[in-house]
């Protein structure tokens, strides 16, 4: 059913890109309820944030703290954000092998425009290099930085030239038609560079990456050329910042994306998964001694909310779900397997619509064989009728820069039920493919 844009909401509102909207009123466990009293299940996790499900339970916790204190000027300290702020030093320190400091922002993109500040106290405001296909935020500054040029366009903004490396998919077949993602012609990319520095900027501030680049298509870099292109550029003075935003809290597997390759970062931006969805949060994490007073002195960051004691009583009831780090390898291990089984069954059911499929911890992806993602998608998300009665509406994940991907990231709490409704949804939604 075609559904425009209210009257009293901006167009470019990124939830009405399609024609059927549901407006959402309940939600539970790995499910939503519309106001038709209809049923989805989610298995984007809200964009990547709900990885513990719609758990009413970590709010009515986190209200009982921030009760206490229902209100704090940003320029204040407390007990909890402290409390906080040092569990996360401790996780992410863990991980990286080195001591760091945690400094907090609201939400994912001004995380990624914090950590390009720290960079730019520590090393000077050079220039920045990403992936070709990588995406870290929709604000101007982090929209310059994004691989889409429609996230580039609206507002330009002066932040020193990007030089975006093209990067091979670990997951592509050695005969992929496409050169660009064949890992032998991106290291010879790199030894261009290396060799003569045609097309590299002179001063590089920082190598900004994701573990796994989500809106490019859930592709995962292969490891041989992150190192390669992490030593070379390291080497020059850059700093290594990996966005976290979508991969952090086992979302692929270890407790947070860098682990998969080995990287050892330099600054780590966390968001999504720290509030479960239910409040904007970010953790900007920087090895000793990035900000410390001497690099990032008192004052040279403050932001209003990012303090606020229900947000982080929620990051720290979320901290307490994801204590046992050993639970959560083994549940995402199982749920990788179950996620490769319903990629591969949905493939068996339509092969003439799927290309190759493949699963890496709580994500899974079809690569389809023409750009067909995004009327997949919408054949998935209406609840249909069946035998049994109504089979429910399925969200799945696909983006504009890679119209021939859908992705599966649910929470990763859900269950086998849900799990075969997705089944079930992707397969419907390939069918209508004809």
Same mark, same amino acid.
């Not at 995962?220 to 992150?226: A, G, H, Q, T």
């Not at 983006?399 to 890679?402: A, K």
């Given at each position: 059913m075609k559904q425009g844009v209210?009257? /009293?909401l901006g167009a470019g509102d990124f939830t009405y890109r399609g024609d059927f909207v549901?407006? /959402?009123v309940a939600g539970e466990g790995s499910r939503l309820t519309d106001a038709d009293g209809r049923t989805y299940v989610d298995a984007e996790a809200a964009n990547g944030t709900v990885a513990l499900g719609y758990d009413a339970s970590l709010l009515v916790e986190a209200s009982k703290v921030a009760m206490a204190m229902p209100a704090l000027p940003s320029f204040c300290e407390s007990e909890l954000r402290l409390k906080v702020a040092d569990r996360l030093a401790t996780e992410v320190s863990r991980a990286a092998g080195a001591p760091g400091r945690i400094s907090f922002e609201v939400g994912g993109a001004q995380g990624i425009e914090l950590a390009m500040k720290i960079v730019a106290s520590c090393r000077g405001w050079g220039s920045v290099v990403t992936l070709q296909g990588g995406y870290h935020g929709r604000s101007p500054f982090t929209g310059a930085l994004s691989a889409s040029a429609r996230y580039r366009r609206p507002i330009p903004v002066g932040i020193g030239e990007v030089v975006r490396l093209p990067c091979p998919d670990r997951e592509s077949r050695p005969s992929e038609p496409t050169p660009d993602v064949g890992e032998e012609a991106c290291m010879a990319y790199l030894r261009t560079l #290396? $060799? #003569?520095?045609?097309g590299v900027p002179d001063e %590089? *501030?920082?190598l900004l990456l994701e573990p796994v680049l989500n809106v490019g298509g859930m592709a +995962?870099?292969? $490891?041989? /050329? +992150?190192t390669a292109a992490i030593s070379q550029f390291r080497s020059s003075g850059a700093l290594v910042v990996v966005d976290e935003i979508f991969t952090g809290f086992h979302r692929v597997g270890p407790r947070f994306g860098f682990e998969l390759h080995g990287i050892k970062p330099d600054i780590v931006v966390l968001s999504k998964a720290l509030t479960n969805g239910t409040a904007g949060l970010s953790a900007v994490w920087a090895r000793e001694p990035l900000l410390d007073p001497d690099h990032f002195p008192p004052g040279s960051h403050s932001s209003t909310f990012s303090g606020t004691p229900l947000m982080l009583s929620v990051a720290e009831s979320v901290l307490d779900r994801f204590a046992d780090r050993g639970e959560w390898l083994t549940r995402v291990a199982d749920l990788e397997t179950s996620l490769a089984g319903l990629v591969e069954e949905a493939a068996e059911a339509v092969p003439s619509a799927v290309e190759s499929t493949n699963a890496k911890g709580g994500v899974a992806r079809l690569r389809l064989r023409e750009p067909a993602a995004? $009327? %997949?998608r919408n054949a998935a998300l209406e609840p249909s009728r069946n035998a049994a009665g109504e089979a429910p509406g399925v969200l799945l994940a696909s983006?504009?820069? *890679?119209p021939d991907v859908i992705a599966i990231h649910p929470p990763l709490t859900i269950g086998e039920t849900d799990l075969t409704a997705i089944r079930d949804g992707l397969i419907r939604g390939l069918r209508s493919l004809g």
């Open positions: 209210p009257r /009293f549901p407006r /959402f #290396d $060799e #003569d520095q045609s %590089v *501030s920082a +995962l870099p292969r $490891e041989s /050329f +992150l995004w $009327e %997949v983006t504009g820069m *890679s």
